[in-house]
């Protein structure tokens, strides 16, 4: 009876046991399980978190790229750049150089206030003389069309040569010279009403050629010169060999 009891309780010891250590082990499998998900948990959120944190970061470097190619500073030293540097953009018109002068066309006539005159006798042609007029101011003028000439007291003005023309208005720059010739009396003496003087009056014409403009010049002469009714002139000429040529 007594082995029994001994055998009962001995199992009822066991069977006590048993139930005990699987309750501990209930309990262990719950603490694992339940780290295990904390583990899992916390391993599913970071991944879901890091990337967030990725994203952001490829963003803040676009956006800080996208300052240093296109903000407003990049964007102003290209403008400035290009405005300053282009080859591309079209050169400035060139001013003309100030002189002191109009830059339009000279239409200042020349005449005794702003030229001085010369009455020269000449060896070749015969019975020739070369008028020179100088530009003394300090602008252009132009010596229109050819000079009227009163030798002595004559009332009427000389002929002229008229294949003397230029083409084009003799336009004197301050110092430069023009230059008429002046056939005084025909070479065989076929001219009439002759007579001889040292008086002679130089006057000038302006641009329309309808009469004299400005003051006149007179020309004394050291000798007198005899002039008689083939008295011509030249229209003014830029070289004194042309003058002569009539």
């Known amino acids: 009876m007594r082995n029994r009891n001994f055998r009962r309780a001995a199992r009822t010891t066991a069977l006590g046991t048993v139930a005990l250590l699987a309750a501990l082990s209930l309990t262990a499998c719950q603490e694992d399980g339940q780290a295990a998900a904390d583990t899992s948990s916390s391993a599913t959120t970071s991944p879901s978190e890091q990337p967030s944190d990725s994203a952001k970061a490829p ?57 001085k005159v010369t009455l020269t006798a000449v060896t070749r042609p015969v019975n020739h003389m070369l008028l020179t007029v100088t530009n003394t101011g300090s602008k252009a003028c132009n010596a229109y069309h050819y ?27 301050p110092g430069e010279s023009a230059y008429a010739g002046i056939m005084t009396a ?26 004299s403009s400005g003051p006149s010049s007179d020309v004394p002469l050291a000798k007198a010169v005899f002039v008689d009714s083939t008295l011509a002139v030249t229209y003014w000429q830029t070289s004194l060999d042309d003058a002569l040529m009539y």
Not at 189 to 210: C, H, I, L, N, P
């Open 186 to 211: 025909s070479a065989d003496g076929s001219g009439t009403g002759g007579y001889s003087t040292k008086d002679v009056t130089v006057s000038f014409q302006g641009r329309e050629g309808s009469g």
């Open 59 to 115: 963003a803040d470097k676009g956006k800080g790229d996208n300052k240093g190619t296109s903000g407003p500073g990049a964007e102003s030293g290209s403008s400035s750049g290009s405005g300053s540097g282009s080859t591309d953009a079209e050169p400035a018109a060139k001013q003309p150089k100030d002189t002191g002068d109009s830059s339009g066309p000279v239409t200042l006539a020349c005449n005794g206030g702003n030229s």
């Open 147 to 173: 000079p009227f000439l009163r030798f002595g007291e004559a009332q009427a003005v000389p002929k002229t040569f008229e294949e003397s023309k230029p083409q084009a208005v003799v336009t004197l720059a």
